[in-house]
């Protein structure tokens, strides 16, 4: 089996994984998050989203945190913009990166950013052609490509339509998105292959939520059809605890532990990611989600040797 030999993981943990904590995290607090994770080696961070603070109350401090940042070269740093507005929005904070978002299931489309799969294109055309035109990277994000919380199993054909429909646009990379984190190997598989008929192999990424405990399977899968490009959020960071069932991104942790014992490269340094994760875990007044997260720290407590 020839994987690949480095994998750009991309931490959506100051995004994705804060979007629904209930307590308010200070903008200094994720701006200290990203200073960390990108002392840590992550070249790629989603820092925050330029959507309605009425829906999601926890970026509203979007400029702020993206101002605080202490920019390094060669780190890209990347925001949500759902729409003209978003995007004009974002705009003043020079993203390297904007993600329009849509789902491969209608019912989550209308929940998530209030209008059809057919309407958020629309929406999105214009976002990507701006973004194009300034020279900023247009990544696409589809959620619930195997399953959703409202229509139950989503068939592949799904996936393919809304990549052909991203494609249209000139949307330049594809995240395949398991939401609910229901996914398994095979699905994952099948869901990437109907991405794959519109986007290359380089141009596409996996953002698995690990709800069941699938996402490093997943990731797996994945790895063994050539994807190099992954989404994770450190300490395993979303979800809302109040919400039976909902979890987070699988954890930068466990994936660059696993990537690692493969000797597959990514640049980060698991200690420092391991720290990052129990210092933000603090922060949020709970015990990292990360298993490597816990048995690193749990290590150091007890002076055991590395096996
Ligand atoms: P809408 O209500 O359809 O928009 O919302 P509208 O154009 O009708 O405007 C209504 C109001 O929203 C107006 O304000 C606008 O100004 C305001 P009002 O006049 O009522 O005071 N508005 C905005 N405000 C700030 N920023 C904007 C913006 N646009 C309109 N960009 C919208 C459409 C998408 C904005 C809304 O539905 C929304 O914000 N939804 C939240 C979506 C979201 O952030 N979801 C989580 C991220 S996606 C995700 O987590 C999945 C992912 O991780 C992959 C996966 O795991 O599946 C990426
Ligand atoms: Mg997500």
């Given at each position: 089996m020839?994987?690949?030999?480095s994998?750009k993981?991309v931490?959506?943990g100051?995004?994705?994984?804060l979007?629904n904590?209930k307590?308010?995290?200070p903008?200094a607090?994720?701006?200290?998050?990203?200073h960390r994770?990108?002392?840590?080696?992550?070249k790629?961070?989603?820092?925050?989203?330029?959507v309605?603070p009425k829906w999601?109350?926890?970026?509203?401090d979007?400029?702020?945190?993206?101002?605080?940042i202490?920019?390094r070269?060669g780190?890209?740093?990347?925001?949500l913009t759902p729409n003209?507005q978003?995007?004009?929005?974002?705009?003043p904070?020079?993203?390297?990166?904007?993600?329009?978002?849509g789902?491969?299931?209608?019912?989550?489309?209308?929940?998530?950013i209030?209008?059809?799969?057919?309407?958020?294109i629309?929406r999105?055309?214009p976002?990507a052609e701006?973004a194009?035109a300034?020279?900023?990277?247009?990544?696409g994000?589809?959620?619930?490509?195997?399953?959703?919380?409202?229509?139950?199993?989503?068939?592949p054909?799904?996936v393919e339509?809304?990549?052909?429909?991203?494609?249209?646009?000139?949307v330049q990379?594809?995240g395949v998105?398991?939401?609910i984190?229901?996914?398994?190997?095979?699905?994952?598989r099948r869901?990437?292959?109907?991405?794959?008929r519109?986007?290359a192999?380089?141009e596409?990424?996996g953002?698995?939520?690990?709800?069941y405990?699938?996402?490093?399977?997943?990731?797996?899968?994945?790895?063994?059809?050539?994807?190099?490009?992954y989404?994770?959020?450190?300490?395993?960071?979303?979800?809302?605890?109040y919400a039976k069932?909902a979890?987070g991104?699988?954890a930068?942790e466990?994936?660059?532990?696993?990537?690692?014992?493969?000797d597959?490269?990514?640049?980060?340094?698991?200690?420092?990611l391991?720290?990052?994760?129990a210092?933000?875990s603090?922060?949020l007044?709970?015990?990292t989600?990360?298993?490597?997260?816990?048995?690193?720290?749990?290590?150091r407590?007890?002076?055991?040797?590395?096996?």
């Open positions: 020839a994987y690949p030999s994998v993981l931490d959506v100051p995004r994705d994984g979007q904590e307590q308010p995290v903008a607090a994720k701006i200290e998050l990203v994770l990108q002392a840590a080696g992550l790629n961070i989603e820092v925050t989203s330029f309605s999601v109350p926890q970026m509203a979007n400029r702020e945190v993206m101002a605080g202490e920019r070269p780190v890209a740093y990347s925001v003209m978003g995007y004009q929005a974002a705009l904070s020079r993203p390297d990166e904007i993600v329009v978002f789902a491969a299931s209608e019912a989550f489309s209308q929940r998530n209030n209008c059809s799969i057919e309407e958020s629309e999105f055309r976002v701006a194009l300034a020279g900023i990277h247009v990544r994000a589809i959620s619930c490509t195997v399953g959703c919380p409202y229509e139950g199993e989503i068939a054909s799904r339509l809304v990549a052909r429909l991203m494609k249209g646009i000139g990379h594809i998105a398991d939401t984190g229901v996914g398994t190997p095979l699905k994952t869901a990437l292959e109907a991405a794959l519109h986007y192999v380089d596409v990424s953002h698995y939520h690990d709800t405990g699938q996402a490093l399977a997943n990731t797996l899968a994945a790895l063994e059809m050539g994807i190099w490009q989404d994770t959020s450190v300490a395993g960071l979303g979800g809302c605890p069932g979890t991104n699988v930068t466990d994936v660059v532990f696993m990537l690692h014992g493969m597959i490269d990514t640049g980060i340094d698991i200690d420092a391991a720290d990052t994760g210092w933000i603090g922060v007044g709970r015990p989600q990360s298993r490597v997260g816990k048995a690193l720290l749990a290590k407590e007890t002076g055991e040797v590395a096996a």
